[in-house]
């Protein structure tokens, strides 16, 4: 059975710092893989996903996460944060079954000006 | 149009009342999905309807009775909550249920007295 695992369920860091929200799974199969971002009062919204192919896999607000098999690992990073990426962040796997996504417990991350 | 679309984004409801959420999506998604979301917690996974036709039931009480009229809409109706059934509910859409790539409405929050 598929699992997630997020590292961290609150991460802080500084405008213009570095963000790295670490994600790692179980999967008995080639695993699909996504981040969503959760801001507040609001749902959520697909950053990127990993199907197959490149395992550097860029997304949206400048977001980009590395797929690493042998590492079972998916880890979300961004070069320099910005106030407006402050949000709930969920890493999750596909069951391909029929349709269930597996989350993570998630990692809020805080910026800080 | 890549929204999905949630009414009421509040509801307050007695014990004993009946409502309804709803959800209505036009990008031509043949799997939509309900989830149950507590503050600070992953989505869980309530039903799945693949092609209008319910695909899975995580157990859920029967007080939450999901219906999906066509390719477009999903229904929640709700009878007989209790409080611990507080929380956001969110639609969302995917084009199969086998890709993972979920597309969230903004939520419903519901607060049961």
């Known amino acids: 059975a598929q699992s997630v695992t997020q590292l961290g369920s609150h991460v802080s860091v500084s405008e213009g710092a570095l963000v790295l929200l670490r994600c790692n799974y179980s999967?008995?199969?080639?695993?699909?893989l996504f981040w969503y971002v959760q801001y507040p009062n609001q749902g959520l919204q697909l950053l990127l996903k990993y199907t197959t192919g490149a395992t550097l896999v860029k997304g949206i607000n400048g977001f980009e996460a590395e797929f690493k098999k042998s590492e079972t690992s998916f880890h979300l990073t961004k070069p320099s944060a910005h106030m407006s990426d402050a949000a709930e962040y969920f890493c999750s796997v596909s069951d391909y079954q029929g349709g269930k996504l597996i989350f993570g417990q998630g990692t809020e991350l805080s910026v800080k000006p | 149009d890549t929204e999905v679309t949630q009414t009421p984004k509040h509801l307050v409801m007695g014990m004993t009342n009946k409502k309804s959420l709803k959800c209505e999506q036009h990008m031509g998604h043949r799997a939509m999905y309900w989830y149950k979301q507590k503050a600070k917690k992953p989505p869980e996974l309530m039903f799945v309807y693949s092609y209008e036709k319910l695909s899975i039931n995580e157990s859920v009480p029967s007080r939450f009775s999901p219906e999906c009229p066509n390719s477009s809409l999903l229904n929640l109706h709700l009878h007989a909550l209790q409080p611990e059934d507080s929380a956001l509910y969110l639609c969302?859409?995917?084009?199969?249920?086998?890709?993972?790539?979920?597309?969230f409405g903004e939520g419903s929050r519901l607060t049961v007295l």
């Open positions: 999967s008995s199969v080639p695993p699909y």
């Open positions: 969302a859409s995917s084009r199969d249920s086998y890709t993972g790539e979920l597309f």
